[in-house]
Each structure stands twice: as structure tokens, then as C-alpha cells.
């Protein structure tokens, strides 16, 4: 599954960049891309745990940056 979240408090694109090569290597994800300056992120991950990737794929940019965030609507 491959979907696109807004997301916030994502201060520079060294972080971003830090922040898209840690969950990369994450399990499940597939491939995942930061987009700081239209503030976006895309996630392609197994479709059995996608929400779950979700939630640890912001785990990790919390760790780079604890107020950013993925926007869920």
C-alpha cells in the first residue's frame, strides 16, 4: 500500500533526510520519501501492517526531531 501524509514540525532537510534513511530500513516499509518543502511524506509498506509501519515511521522522526508528526486524515 502506498499513501501520502502531510506532516508537521519538520524543522531543516538535514533532518528529514536523517529522518527518511532511518525508516527506510524499517520492516515492512518497502520505500518511504520525505518531502520538506511541500511538507509530505509517502510511504509504501506491506498492506498487513501498514498502520503499523505508520506508527514507527513516526517513532523514528521523533527521534530526529520529537515535535514532528504525520498528519492522518
Same mark, same amino acid.
Given at each position: 500500500? &502506498? !499513501? =501520502?501524509? &502531510? +506532516?508537521? %514540525? =519538520? %524543522?531543516? $532537510? #538535514?533532518? $528529514? $533526510?536523517?529522518?527518511? !534513511? @532511518?525508516?527506510?530500513?524499517? /520492516?515492512?516499509? #518497502? &520505500? =518511504?520519501?520525505? #518531502?520538506?518543502? $511541500?511538507? !509530505? +511524506?509517502? +510511504? /509504501?509498506?506491506? /498492506? *498487513?501492517?501498514? #498502520? %503499523?509501519? =505508520?506508527? *514507527?515511521? *513516526?517513532?523514528? @522522526?521523533?527521534?530526529? %526531531?520529537? *515535535?514532528?508528526? +504525520?498528519?492522518?486524515?
Amino acid at each position: 500500500m &502506498k !499513501r =501520502v501524509f &502531510k +506532516i508537521e %514540525d =519538520v %524543522d531543516c $532537510a #538535514n533532518c $528529514a $533526510a536523517k529522518m527518511e !534513511r @532511518m525508516a527506510a530500513k524499517l /520492516d515492512g516499509v #518497502n &520505500k =518511504v520519501s520525505i #518531502n520538506f518543502m $511541500a511538507q !509530505r +511524506i509517502t +510511504i /509504501d509498506a506491506v /498492506d *498487513e501492517r501498514f #498502520n %503499523d509501519v =505508520v506508527d *514507527e515511521i *513516526e517513532k523514528v @522522526m521523533k527521534k530526529v %526531531d520529537k *515535535e514532528a508528526h +504525520i498528519i492522518r486524515k
